[in-house]
C-alpha cells in the first residue's frame, strides 16, 4: 500500500460493526488479575509496562519503520534508553546533531566520540554503539547510513539512526541497514505541537525487550492520552509532509535568492551538498530549512516581521515556525534560522517570507 492508505490504517483493530474506527484512550494504572492465576501474559496487570493504546501506537509506528516499536515519554527517553542498553561500551555520536543528544552521552556514558554527520566513514573500532542523526539537526548535512553501518558492523558496534527529521515516511534505516530507528515523535510524527513522545524501532525481538525492560523499570512511559494522540494524528501524515515539504521547496528558493541571505540548506535543492545522498537516501525530503542571517539583530527584525512565522524551538508542525538555533547551545553563527514549514498556503508564505526580509 502507499504512504496515504499505510498512515490512515496502521495499528487499527479489524472493523467490528458498532465499534469507533480506533478505540479511545484506556486510562489504568492496576488491571484486574486472575485471583488464582495471578498475572498472565497476554493480560494487562499494571499501567507501566501494559497499556493498550501504547501497543496500538507502537504497531502502527512499527508498520511505517519495518520494525518492532518501542515507545517512550519523549524522544530524549528513548535516545536515554538506546544509550543505558546499547552505549555502554562506547559511542560515536554526530558532532553537527541534536546538542541535548551529545550532552545527555556526555553525561551518562564513560567513551564518547564525536564525528561530522557529513565526514568519510570512520572507523568505529573500540566502541558499542554509533548514533548517526541524518538529515542533521539543525544544519541538515546526511550520511550515508549503509556505508556507516557496514563499517560499524565490521567493527561489532550496534547502529541507531535518529530518524526524527526525516520520519519514518522520509526514510527507513532499517531498510538500510541500521539497527535502530529513533525519534522524537514529538515532531512531525504527531505533527500538531501537542504531545511529547519518542520511540525506537528494530527488527531485534532480544534488543526490543531489553529496551521494553529498561523503560518499564525507568518508567519513563507516554500516557495513554498522548499515545492515542499521536495515533489520531499520524492518519494525515502523508498529507501533513506532502504540504510542508512543497513550501520548503519554494520557500528555499526565496531564500537563496536575498541578498541578505546565506547558507540555505534544505537537501531538496539541486545546489544543496547533500542532494545526491538525498534522491538516494531519502524518500521524501522534509519541511525543514536552515538558513543563516547577518546576526542575532537581523533575526530579531525578521521574526518581528513576519505575521505568520512562530517564533518556537519545535518543528514538524501544522504552524511554520524559526528557531535561532545558537541561543540553544547549538555550535553555529548567531544569526543561523532552523525554519519548518508548516502547511500553511504556500503562496501566503513566500510572500509573508519575502516581507519579513525587507525588514532586515
Same mark, same amino acid.
Do not use: F
Given at each position: 500500500m502507499n504512504d496515504g492508505t499505510r498512515v490512515v490504517h496502521a495499528g487499527l483493530p479489524e472493523p467490528v460493526p458498532g465499534q469507533p474506527f480506533m478505540p479511545g484512550p484506556v486510562f489504568a494504572a492496576p488491571y484486574h488479575l486472575d485471583p488464582v492465576a495471578g498475572p498472565q501474559p497476554d493480560r494487562?496487570?499494571?499501567g507501566r509496562p501494559d497499556n493498550p493504546t501504547r501497543v496500538a501506537l507502537e504497531a502502527a509506528i512499527g508498520e511505517l519503520e519495518g520494525g518492532e516499536c518501542v515507545t517512550f515519554a519523549s524522544g530524549m527517553a528513548a535516545i536515554a534508553a538506546v544509550f543505558q542498553v546499547c552505549g555502554r561500551g562506547g559511542v560515536v555520536v554526530p558532532s553537527d546533531g541534536y546538542f541535548a543528544g551529545r550532552a545527555l552521552a556526555d553525561q551518562l556514558l564513560p567513551n564518547v566520540r564525536y564525528e561530522p554527520? #557529513?565526514?568519510p566513514v570512520p572507523a568505529y573500532a573500540g566502541v558499542s554503539l554509533v548514533l548517526l542523526e541524518s538529515p542533521a539537526n539543525p544544519g541538515l548535512d546526511l550520511c550515508d547510513v549503509p556505508a556507516h553501518s557496514a563499517a560499524a558492523h565490521a567493527a561489532g558496534a550496534l547502529v541507531a539512526v535518529d530518524n526524527t527529521t526525516a520520519t519514518p515516511l522520509g526514510q527507513r534505516p532499517l531498510d538500510l541497514g541500521? %539497527?535502530? =530507528?529513533?525519534? =522524537?515523535g514529538t515532531k512531525a510524527l504527531a505533527g500538531h505541537s501537542d504531545v511529547l513522545i519518542g520511540y525506537v524501532a528494530t527488527r531485534d525481538a532480544e534488543l526490543a525487550d531489553k529496551l521494553r525492560s529498561w523503560r518499564a523499570l525507568g518508567g519513563a512511559i507516554p500516557g495513554p492520552f498522548e499515545a492515542w494522540l499521536v495515533h489520531r494524528s499520524m492518519g494525515t501524515l502523508d498529507l501533513r509532509? #506532502?504540504?510542508? =515539504?512543497?513550501?520548503?521547496a519554494a520557500v528555499a528558493e526565496v531564500l537563496a535568492a536575498h541578498p541578505a541571505v546565506s547558507r540555505v540548506r534544505w537537501p531538496g535543492r539541486a545546489s544543496d551538498p547533500a542532494y545526491d545522498l538525498a534522491r538516494r537516501q531519502l524518500r521524501r525530503v522534509p519541511g525543514v530549512v536552515t538558513f543563516t542571517l547577518a546576526d542575532k539583530a537581523a533575526v530579531d527584525r525578521f521574526l518581528t516581521a513576519s505575521t505568520l512565522i512562530a517564533a518556537a524551538t519545535s518543528f514538524g508542525g501544522l504552524h511554520t515556525t524559526a528557531d535561532r538555533r545558537e541561543q540553544w547551545? %547549538? %555550535?553555529v553563527p548567531p544569526g543561523l534560522v532552523r525554519l519548518s514549514c508548516g502547511i500553511e498556503d504556500e503562496a501566503d508564505l513566500v510572500a509573508d517570507i519575502e516581507a519579513a526580509l525587507k525588514a532586515v
Open positions: 494487562p496487570g499494571y554527520t #557529513a565526514g541500521a %539497527d535502530m =530507528s529513533v525519534a =522524537s509532509l #506532502a504540504r510542508q =515539504s512543497a513550501n520548503a547551545g %547549538d %555550535d
